[in-house]
């Protein structure tokens, strides 16, 4: 399972947690309606727009580790 994956499973875990949905989160995010759901259910798009990702990380209070971002690179690394 890919961090992309653990992102999806955990948005839709959180949109529970919290008494909301895919749907009306992305129309809180300035979206189409769907946006979430395909991102979650589909896979598309692949990734998640990093701008939209640290919106959920804020709305929601969690690492956007959680939402499927991965460790910034850094130098010495491959």
């Given at each position: 399972m890919t961090d992309e994956d653990?992102?999806?499973s955990r948005l839709v875990d959180l949109a529970?947690?919290?008494?909301t949905s895919l749907a009306a989160?992305?129309?809180?995010?300035?979206?189409n309606v769907s946006y979430l759901?395909?991102?979650a259910t589909r896979g598309s798009p692949k990734f998640l727009d990093p701008a939209?990702?640290?919106?959920?990380a804020k709305r929601f209070q969690v690492n956007?580790?959680?939402l499927g971002a991965r460790d910034p690179w850094e130098?010495?690394?491959?």
């Open positions: 653990k992102g999806r529970r947690e919290h008494g989160l992305s129309i809180e995010m300035g979206r759901q395909q991102w939209d990702r640290l919106w959920l956007e580790r959680q130098p010495g690394q491959p």
